[in-house]
């Protein structure tokens, strides 16, 4: 087993029926736009992907929703189709208040409570929160390979932390991303920035028994949304 350079990634993904990383960028790109962005793209030995456009937020069971000081505003901006910018506000519970009254419940997901917003431009992510999101690119894993993501330093540095578990043999699909603000204050991420790096090991001598896809994983095929947890 082998961490994998630009070279393999690279093999894998231009002049394949169904590429490994859907689209590709071969180089980094810094730039969305006008504005400067943490980079995505191929990297010595990795692959930056991008950060989507669609937010799920953890909020208050129905009976809580109508206790407005348990809750926070979230800024999130959009363009309207005259390309014109505008700011709506999301409810989402402050991080002492609600979480006191209702538990989440890992032994029963259809317990929890979640806010959608799509098509943002940008988002402040409030103090301490957490939310998921999902990579632009749509992720095809070959047999033999597996991932494993790590932190941006950018995104880092500005108290972003994600998790993204290992991508196993034979997974596809688009990866749902756990993202965390540690700061005391809000945060603005972009969706099109780059996020988190994908390595990629290869197993070439010792390709898998049973895949994910062969054993029916509950995460496969995900499509281009956040996917709440699944038992």
């Given amino acids: 087993m082998s961490l994998k350079s630009d070279k393999w990634i690279k093999e894998q993904c231009i002049g394949r029926e169904v590429p490994m990383i859907e689209p590709f960028f071969e180089s980094i790109k810094r730039v969305d736009g006008e504005r400067k962005i943490p980079s995505y793209g191929l990297s010595s030995y990795g692959y930056d992907v991008r950060l989507g456009d669609e937010f799920l937020f953890y909020t208050a069971p129905a009976h809580l ?28 519970p402050k991080a002492a208040s609600v979480l006191a009254r209702s538990v989440v419940d890992i ?17 402040d992510l409030p103090p301490n929160s957490f939310c998921l999101s ?8 070959p047999r033999d390979a597996s991932v494993v993501c790590m932190g941006k330093s950018t995104v880092a540095r500005n108290g972003i932390i994600v998790i993204v578990t290992p991508l196993e043999a034979g997974w596809s699909g688009y990866v749902t991303l756990e993202i965390y603000n540690t700061l005391p204050l809000p945060v603005r991420i972009y969706p ?8 990629f090991f290869h197993h070439p001598d010792e390709q898998c028994e049973t895949s994910y896809a062969d054993r029916g994983g509950k995460y496969m095929d995900q499509a281009c949304q956040p996917i709440p947890p699944r038992l």
């Fill in 65 to 92: 929703m109508h206790q407005e000081e348990m809750f926070t505003g979230v800024p999130v901006g959009y363009e309207d189709a005259e390309g014109k910018a505008r700011v709506d506000y999301y409810f989402v």
């Fill in 134 to 141: 999902m990579t632009m690119e749509k992720i095809n894993m």
């Fill in 192 to 199: 099109g920035m780059g996020i988190t790096q994908m390595q």
């Fill in 107 to 123: 032994a029963d997901p259809n317990t929890q409570h979640f806010t959608r917003i799509k098509g943002a431009k940008w988002i």
